[in-house]
C-alpha cells in the first residue's frame, strides 16, 4: 500500500473531499488527485500538513495497512465432546482491510467447493 491509497483511505475516513484536502493545501484538486492516483509523489513540503489534517502521525501516511492486523490462535471444545477445532480471531483496525480480507476468503472457500 502506497502513500496514495493511504491518503485515498484516511480522506474517506474523515468524508472530506479531495477539493477539501486540496483547499487547505493551498494547490489544485488535480494535484491531490493524482497523488492519491499515485500518478506523482507527494511534494515533500505537504507531508507534515496531510499529517495534521488527518489527525494522524507522519509515520502513517507511509504504513501498510496490512500491518493493522491481529491474529490470536484458540483453541477450543465442542459442547457434545466431539474433536477439538482451531479458530482464529482477526482484529481489524482498517475497514478497507477488513473488506479486502472479507472478500478474499469469500474467494478462497468459494475455490475450495469446486
Do not use: C, H
Not at 493545501?25 to 511534494?43: C, G, H, P, Q
Not at 495497512?65 to 465442542?78: A, C, R
Not at 480480507?101 to 469446486?114: P, R, V
Request: glycine share 4%; net charge negative; aromatic share 8%.
Amino acid at each position: 500500500m502506497g502513500v496514495g491509497t493511504n491518503l485515498k483511505r484516511l480522506r474517506s475516513k474523515t468524508k472530506f473531499s479531495q477539493q477539501d484536502i486540496a483547499d487547505k493545501l493551498n494547490i489544485d484538486r488535480v494535484t491531490y488527485a493524482n497523488w492519491e492516483s499515485e500518478m506523482f509523489d507527494v511534494k515533500s513540503q505537504y507531508i507534515p500538513k496531510l499529517a495534521e489534517i488527518f489527525e494522524v502521525e507522519l509515520k502513517e501516511l507511509f504504513e501498510d495497512g496490512i500491518k493493522n492486523i491481529n491474529t490470536t490462535d484458540n483453541t477450543f471444545e465442542n459442547k457434545d465432546d466431539s474433536t477439538s477445532g482451531n479458530i482464529i480471531v482477526f482484529n481489524l483496525s482498517d475497514k478497507d482491510v477488513a473488506e479486502k480480507l472479507s472478500s478474499q476468503f469469500a474467494e478462497l472457500i468459494k475455490n475450495i467447493k469446486k
